[in-house]
């Protein structure tokens, strides 16, 4: 929690966390923006990947099968990423981007691993985590840091879509434009 004003998110994660011993809740004494929550996040993650999810987007029933199977198929990966599409507030599913194996070039103009990114824990550490002066671009930024140090090979692209992006009002689901600090982040 990153210092939420709302005691209805105390009150979630605190009936979650006692519900499933699998779930580690940390209570950021202030509010530090997405990059200080993620690595605080981080420092309590204790598998070999970290998969990232924002809080009100949407996995597959089988995302996780799917990135195990990768895993186990590829066990020298590093970054693994799958297909993605939008979902709207009435739950329909739209605009899927089915995108390419690994590609340096794309990537240069767009953020082509996003969602669903699964990244080797010890080298995310070992890069030092999420910069700060990159939110809205953090996991951009964090690809970008792990491709310099990745062979072409251990960077799997999963083709199939196994996460729904949620579009709201604000979120940058909708376009970029709906962040303009994201798209400066993206920039740097």
Not at 4 to 17: F, G, N
Request: include cysteine; hydrophobic fraction near 40%.
């Amino acid at each position: 929690d990153d210092a939420s004003a709302d005691p209805a998110v105390r009150e979630v994660l605190t009936r979650h966390a006692a519900e499933e011993e699998r779930i580690n809740v940390a209570w950021r004494p202030e509010n530090g923006h997405i990059s200080r929550a993620s690595n605080a996040a981080l420092e309590m993650a204790s598998g070999e990947f970290a998969a990232l999810l924002d809080h009100d987007d949407l996995l597959t029933e089988d995302a996780l099968f799917w990135l195990a199977d990768a895993i186990k198929t590829h066990p020298q990966a590093g970054l693994l990423y799958s297909d993605e599409d939008k979902i709207d507030e009435a739950g329909r599913r739209f605009g899927p981007y089915c995108k390419s194996e690994w590609n340096p070039f794309l990537f240069l103009g767009h953020n082509l691993i996003t969602h669903l990114g699964c990244y080797r824990t010890a080298l995310v550490r070992e890069l030092g985590g999420f910069r700060i002066g990159y939110e809205g671009a953090q996991d951009y930024d964090l690809a970008a840091r792990m491709a310099e140090r990745l062979a072409p090979a251990d960077i799997v692209h999963i083709p199939r879509i196994l996460y729904h992006w949620r579009v709201i009002p604000g979120s940058t689901a909708g376009g970029p434009g709906e962040k303009s600090y994201a798209l400066a982040a993206s920039e740097k």
